[in-house]
């Protein structure tokens, strides 16, 4: 069992960056691929990125390539979502999630609760 919570979000104006975080309960945290997802208003939840558990494979989603990191430490049970040059679309709210590597939400059977970012223009 995994609990996750996620900190991080607020408003920033275009162009800017924030950086989320989501700390895990547990000591099986380092077993755990992890991913970050999001939804905007009145959309589907959607794939950002993605993380092994050993941190040496990741993934994103095209929208974010280039402009997004995750990373994570496990001695910390943290994973991170460093967010670039953003976009007013790149408002949403952001879940992290543990589970199996991968970009569909059926990998995941972990949640957390969300953060909310919101890009000004």
């Known amino acids: 069992q995994v609990q996750l919570v996620e900190s991080g979000g607020g408003l920033v104006q275009a162009g800017g960056s924030l950086r989320l975080s989501c700390a895990a309960s547990g000591r099986t945290f380092s077993r755990y691929s992890m991913g970050w997802f999001r939804q905007a208003p009145g959309k589907e939840r959607e794939f950002v990125a993605a993380i092994t558990w050993s941190g040496g494979t990741t993934y994103y989603a095209d929208s974010v390539k280039g402009r997004f990191t995750i990373s994570r430490d496990n001695a910390k049970n943290t994973v991170y979502l460093q967010m670039n040059s953003l976009k007013p679309e790149d408002t949403a709210v952001y879940y992290c999630?543990?589970?199996?590597?991968?970009?569909?939400?059926?990998?995941?059977?972990?949640w957390g609760q969300g953060t909310q970012v919101t890009v000004s223009s």
């Open positions: 999630a543990a589970g199996r590597f991968g970009a569909s939400e059926s990998e995941y059977p972990y």
